[in-house]
């Protein structure tokens, strides 16, 4: 299968799962992870109608975008960090990214605040949870997520948009459905407590359909688009 037709394939598990579960299909964003893949396969699902991308190194990404906008390609694309983000990589994070996935600290919150002012950008955010125990998972723990929110909204540069998390990963997605439940939970909390949630990125190729009958509203997807990573 060619990656239009699996982009097409994917975009119609999406709002089929949507429709199923009384939303609307216009409420459930794709955002392809072209982490690994190369550009020429990056311009086809483009081409293809791919509008957001996904990616977890801000090195590689940058080498992409870059490219691409010599090119000319990028016009309307959007670029996302879904990965896990170091201090020293914040400044090219906030030039490259419309969207940041993964903060879980208030140390990388005021880092990535203080370059989004230095570049007089407002950097829309969204605060990482991790709801499992996996000591390889980034995020920061349910306990510590409200202070967080409360420190992420009151800097002047950034943009709390909503919450992310990753499940660990479960060969029946089913299994992955109470963690997805979770994160929709701690963001209804949220909202009580004041705070803007329009975005829950959750569900990958593996389990977004379950992701997205929990409410998912942005769905990464890397696999069922560009085929297995070989990196
Ligand atoms: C790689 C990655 C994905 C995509 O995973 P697939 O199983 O290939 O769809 C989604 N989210 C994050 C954070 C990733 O690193």
Do not use: C
């Amino acid at each position: 299968m060619g990656i239009a037709e699996a982009l097409r394939a994917v975009q119609a598990q999406i709002n089929n799962a949507a429709i199923r579960s009384g939303r609307d299909p216009a409420g459930v964003k794709l955002v392809a992870v072209s982490k690994t893949v190369d550009i020429k396969k990056v311009i086809e699902a483009m081409q293809a109608g791919a509008v957001i991308f996904g990616e977890n190194r801000v090195q590689e990404a940058g080498k992409k975008i870059t490219e691409l906008r010599a090119q000319n390609t990028d016009i309307k694309t959007q670029w996302h960090l879904i990965g896990n983000l170091q201090k020293n990589k914040v400044r090219p994070a906030v030039e490259l990214f419309d969207l940041i996935h993964s903060v879980d600290s208030s140390v990388l919150a005021e880092e990535i605040n203080k370059h989004a002012g230095n570049l007089g950008k407002q950097q829309r955010v969204l605060v990482q949870v991790k709801l499992s125990d996996e000591a390889t998972k980034h995020g920061i723990a349910e306990d510590s997520l409200m202070s967080l929110l409360s420190v992420i909204s009151n800097m002047d540069h950034l943009r709390l948009e909503g919450l992310m998390t990753i499940p660990p990963y479960f060969e029946d997605p089913e299994m992955a459905r109470p963690y997805f439940r979770k994160l929709r939970q701690l963001a209804d909390k949220a909202v009580e407590r004041g705070f803007t949630m329009h975005e829950l990125s959750m569900g990958m190729s593996n389990d977004f359909e379950v992701a997205i009958e929990e409410g998912a509203t942005l769905v990464r997807v890397g696999t069922a688009i560009f085929g297995e990573r070989f990196k």
